[in-house]
């Protein structure tokens, strides 16, 4: 028996019959944020409360503390140069880990405000960075400090790679979550969990259009809307699929936004991301546990 859902004929294609859902590691109290490291085959994620960031070595499975304390490190991901980008709940900033260990800060203020609490980050072509400011890191003591928002306002952020230069990208969401660009990079997918905080409110992915710039977004047009739970992270294949929590699993869009299929994980879910040696092993962070699948699909560059 298959541990994945087709919706859709097309899903097949992407998968491997035989390929399991693994659970590789477990003793998390919430795990997000996975990225992954090809020089060194080795995965980083993060374990919020327990303020510590995790590392998986896939040359022989091992799990260890990466660092800690980490800022209550919520989401990751790797910058052109292979350097770990983090936000930081805690530290309400966003930051690299350079070559030699030390940490750069790239963002902690808009407009001389302290950020809220960085969420998830991507890294586009041209190197600039983006990020995703929510509250929940000071929504309340157990992922960081409870405390108000001195912007007033969650919004979506651009840092420029070179001044690092900061503007805000998109102010029309509640609670804009993961983020991802398409394979081609003329959108930005963004996840909005505002029901969080507006009971009733959908959860959605919408799709913002990209100028020739690279540096402005158009208009949302509605991607997608979760089919139970929460969306959070989202990944992109190189088909241009898009791979996301989704509640208790793991759902994947085409690029118009059919749901595909679904990998039931059987607890929550936070944040997904491909690694491996041929890029097609999805990482899979439920609440508890690391996970991984293989699949018939790589990653998009």
Same mark, same amino acid.
């Given at each position: 028996?298959?541990?994945?859902?087709?919706?859709? =004929?097309?899903?097949?294609?992407?998968?491997?019959?035989?390929?399991?859902?693994?659970?590789?590691? #477990?003793?998390?109290?919430?795990?997000?944020? =996975?990225? &992954?490291?090809?020089?060194?085959? &080795?995965? /980083?994620?993060s374990d919020i409360p327990n303020d510590r960031l995790m590392r998986y070595d896939e040359t022989d499975g091992s799990v260890s503390v990466f660092r800690q304390p980490s800022g209550n490190a919520n989401?990751?991901? *790797?910058?052109?140069?292979?350097?770990?980008?983090?936000?930081?709940?805690?530290?309400?900033?966003?930051?690299?880990?350079?070559?030699?260990?030390?940490?750069?800060v790239i963002a902690d203020r808009f407009e001389g405000k302290r950020l809220n609490s960085p969420n998830d980050v991507v890294v586009k072509s041209d190197g600039s960075i983006w990020f995703t400011d =929510? #509250?929940?890191?000071?929504?309340?003591? &157990?992922?960081? $400090?409870? #405390?108000?928002?001195?912007?007033?306002?969650?919004?979506? &952020?651009?840092?420029?790679? +070179?001044?690092?230069?900061?503007?805000?990208? $998109?102010?029309?969401?509640?609670?804009? +979550?993961?983020?991802?660009?398409?394979?081609?990079?003329?959108?930005?997918? /963004?996840?909005?969990? @505002?029901?969080?905080?507006?009971?009733?409110?959908? $959860?959605?992915?919408?799709?913002?259009?990209?100028?020739?710039?690279?540096t402005t977004l158009g208009n949302p047009q509605l991607f997608a809307t979760c089919p139970e739970g929460f969306f959070d992270g989202l990944r992109v294949d190189a088909a241009g699929n898009i791979w *996301?929590?989704?509640?208790?699993?793991? !759902? !994947?869009?085409?690029?118009?936004?059919?749901?595909?299929?679904?990998? =039931?994980?059987?607890?929550?879910? @936070? +944040? $997904?991301?491909?690694?491996?040696?041929?890029? +097609?092993?999805?990482?899979? !962070?439920?609440?508890?546990?690391?996970?991984?699948?293989?699949?018939?699909?790589?990653?998009?560059?």
């Amino acid at each position: 028996m298959a541990d994945w859902i087709a919706h859709d =004929p097309r899903f097949h294609a992407l998968t491997i019959g035989h390929a399991r859902l693994e659970k590789l590691w #477990t003793g998390c109290r919430w795990a997000e944020g =996975p990225a &992954y490291f090809p020089a060194g085959r &080795y995965l /980083v994620w993060s374990d919020i409360p327990n303020d510590r960031l995790m590392r998986y070595d896939e040359t022989d499975g091992s799990v260890s503390v990466f660092r800690q304390p980490s800022g209550n490190a919520n989401g990751n991901t *790797t910058d052109m140069q292979g350097r770990l980008l983090t936000c930081e709940h805690l530290t309400r900033r966003v930051t690299r880990t350079e070559f030699d260990g030390s940490i750069t800060v790239i963002a902690d203020r808009f407009e001389g405000k302290r950020l809220n609490s960085p969420n998830d980050v991507v890294v586009k072509s041209d190197g600039s960075i983006w990020f995703t400011d =929510p #509250t929940y890191g000071i929504d309340s003591d &157990y992922e960081g $400090v409870r #405390t108000l928002s001195e912007i007033g306002a969650s919004q979506v &952020y651009r840092v420029d790679g +070179n001044s690092l230069e900061i503007t805000a990208v $998109v102010r029309d969401r509640v609670q804009p +979550n993961g983020l991802a660009f398409s394979a081609d990079e003329t959108w930005l997918f /963004v996840v909005d969990t @505002g029901a969080s905080h507006k009971p009733g409110l959908a $959860v959605t992915i919408h799709a913002y259009s990209v100028d020739a710039s690279g540096t402005t977004l158009g208009n949302p047009q509605l991607f997608a809307t979760c089919p139970e739970g929460f969306f959070d992270g989202l990944r992109v294949d190189a088909a241009g699929n898009i791979w *996301t929590s989704a509640g208790t699993s793991v !759902c !994947c869009y085409s690029p118009e936004g059919t749901l595909l299929g679904t990998i =039931p994980i059987g607890e929550t879910v @936070g +944040n $997904v991301c491909f690694g491996g040696l041929r890029r +097609n092993r999805l990482f899979i !962070c439920g609440q508890t546990s690391l996970y991984s699948l293989f699949l018939n699909i790589r990653a998009a560059i």
